[in-house]
């Protein structure tokens, strides 16, 4: 009877482990960083032309799971994004809609694993006529075709009075990762490998498993 009770607790804890799990089949990259889940890139650096000012966002996107997968990309408009004029994800330049501000396109091939998209691609622009001073601001929402709720998201602003260049902050979703035994051992579950994990974030803790 009590190993009974044991493998019923073992199938529970491990039911709700797996439901908590917040793993995702893709990631926004800055260089060889890996942007958080919920972070914010801040891009200040830019181009000063004669009529307008250029910034680009060398971000791209990264199949961080084991398996090849589909890819949707939804950029959505926040500040400002209607100076944010050249959305251009798998080489199909978009405009915003006139009576939204969100675009949506999927990507035909599947992406491999460990497979990049958009990397060294100038996709994400904000181009700004007749001002030297702009602050504007979009989300991307990068997510595995089949299934809508595998979404990472990342806010990215183009500021040109910003304090540094291309940065990533995540204050309010930081992440701390420890082993069963207490001891931390990284700040993103991301090339975690197998087994159950504490996570901490945003003041609460929860048991994950990785497969």
Known sequence: MKKFYSTIFAILFCSSALMAQEETTFAFMLGDEVIPNGGTVTISEYADYDFMI???????????????????????????????????????????????????TNYKDAILAGG????????????????K???????????????????TSITVVFDTDAQGINKVTNDNNKMEVYNLCGKKIAESTIGLTKGIYIIKQNGTSRKVVIK
């Open 54 to 104: 250029e910034m680009q966002a060398p971000v791209y996107i990264k199949n961080v799971s084991e398996d090849a997968s589909k890819l949707s990309l939804t950029c959505v408009g926040k500040e400002n994004y209607k100076d944010i004029i050249e959305f251009c994800p798998n080489g199909n330049c978009m405009a915003w809609p006139s009576d939204g501000n969100e675009i949506t």
């Open 116 to 131: 990049t998209v958009e990397q060294g691609k100038n996709w994400l622009h904000a181009m700004v006529f007749d001002s």
């Open 133 to 151: 001073s702009f602050k504007g601001s979009v989300e991307l929402k990068a997510y595995c075709t089949l299934d809508p709720d595998d979404c």
